[in-house]
């Protein structure tokens, strides 16, 4: 059997071919949209990349946009991990956003100091808003994803009540802006990508990631954790305790999630706005979800939507193609990861004709 034909018909090679044919055929299929445009694809795209790789600044803004994604894509592919399906990423990292931005306007201390304060807080913040769908799950079994969906609003409103009275701005819809003392964006690194908002964020998602991946691949307790989602009632029967697992899933989400909150408020945006839910944690399910909730695959996953957010205006004023394109390409490669299933039942097909082929060619 040749080698193509045990790549196609081997179960976790097809498992890790399946992420990049959904984003090839995500771009194919946006080729075809900006055709029917009027636009041509290979104009299009030379655009995007150039859009995001083109300067050190744009570079700068690539890293930029995947940072947050990273984070709350690592909440989500935890939870999937796990066995829980987290959709309260974007209110824990609201909540771990706002606590970070309200410490780091309120208290007066040296950078060295308030900088830890604020982002240790962010991820206590994520932690305790999830502790309470945790909970709920564990103790009574309300389905995670009702109680994730309700705590989303109920940040969102808690936010839009405590910002005007605790930090209000020149404006009623936002805060004050945060000192530079407690932002995450250092000199050097302005300096180095010319200008972009690009920060320390970045590596704090990337030391996160590898903990992440050390945490439920290396140690007892992520084994542990792993179990009780795969398996309840056997892990209960071996002894593990179920119900103190999911709440430290689930903490751990949020805590996650709330990180993300931290490198986005004080990292990118220096205020909080009112009345908006930030769209990074939705957007983190389609990153575990194509990262196949391996933390390797979340970062990569995340870098991808990067790029792309950060490509689309270039392509767009260069080729006229519609800013909304990026969503649909996005949504696509989602969609063919989505139908995972069908793409490795494809490969296989393919494997098993080659495999044939081979043998009768004997």
């Known amino acids: 059997m040749s080698k193509l034909s045990e790549m196609f018909m081997d179960d976790a090679r097809r498992n890790r071919m399946v992420p990049f044919i959904s984003v090839i055929l995500g771009f194919l299929v ?25 300067s ?19 909440a989500v592919a935890f939870a999937f991990k796990t066995g829980l399906f987290n959709i309260g990423a974007s209110g824990q990292m609201l909540m771990g956003g706002f606590i970070a931005v309200l410490l780091g306007i309120t208290l007066d201390l040296p950078r060295i100091i308030l900088l830890p304060i604020c982002i240790t807080s962010s991820i206590v913040a994520g932690a305790v808003w999830a502790f309470i769908p945790g909970v709920l799950k564990a103790k009574y079994r309300v389905h995670e994803v009702v109680t994730t969906i309700m705590m989303n609003w109920i940040s969102v409103w808690t936010v839009y009540y405590f910002v005007p009275e605790l930090i209000r701005g020149p404006f009623d819809t936002e805060s004050a802006n945060v000192p530079a003392n407690a932002l995450l964006r250092t000199e050097w690194m302005t300096k180095l990508f010319d200008g972009s908002y690009v920060n320390l964020g970045l590596f704090l998602a990337l030391i996160t990631a590898l903990i992440i991946w050390w945490v439920l691949d290396r140690t007892t307790f992520g084994y542990e954790l792993k179990a009780v989602g795969f398996n309840p009632d056997a892990a209960q029967y071996s002894g593990m305790k179920v119900n103190r697992n999911i709440i430290y899933s689930m903490m751990i989400s949020g805590a996650l999630a709330g990180l993300a909150g931290a490198t986005f408020y004080i990292g ?6 009112i009345g908006v839910s930030p769209t ?7 990153v575990a979800l194509l990262g196949l909730n391996h933390p390797l695959g979340v970062v990569l996953a995340a870098l991808l939507f990067g790029f792309m957010n950060a490509g689309k205006l270039s392509m767009q004023i260069a080729t006229g193609v519609p ?9 696509t490669i989602i969609f063919f990861a989505a139908t995972n299933e069908m793409i490795k039942g494809w490969l296989k097909r393919i ?5 044939d082929k081979e043998r009768g060619a004997k």
Do not use: C, M, R
């Not at 050190?56 to 690592?74: A, V």
């Not at 494997?351 to 495999?355: A, R």
């Open 323 to 331: 800013n909304e394109l990026v969503p649909i390409i996005i949504a």
């Open 268 to 273: 990118y945006a220096s205020n909080i706005k």
């Open 30 to 54: 946006g080729a075809i949209i900006i055709l029917l445009s009027g636009a041509n694809p290979i104009e299009a795209y030379g655009a995007l990349i150039q859009g995001a790789f083109g």
């Open 351 to 355: 494997g098993n004709k080659k495999s």
């Open 56 to 74: 050190l600044k744009k570079i700068g803004d690539t890293l930029l946009y995947s940072t947050t994604l990273i984070l709350t894509g690592l």
């Open 280 to 286: 990074q944690g939705f957007d983190g399910i389609a």
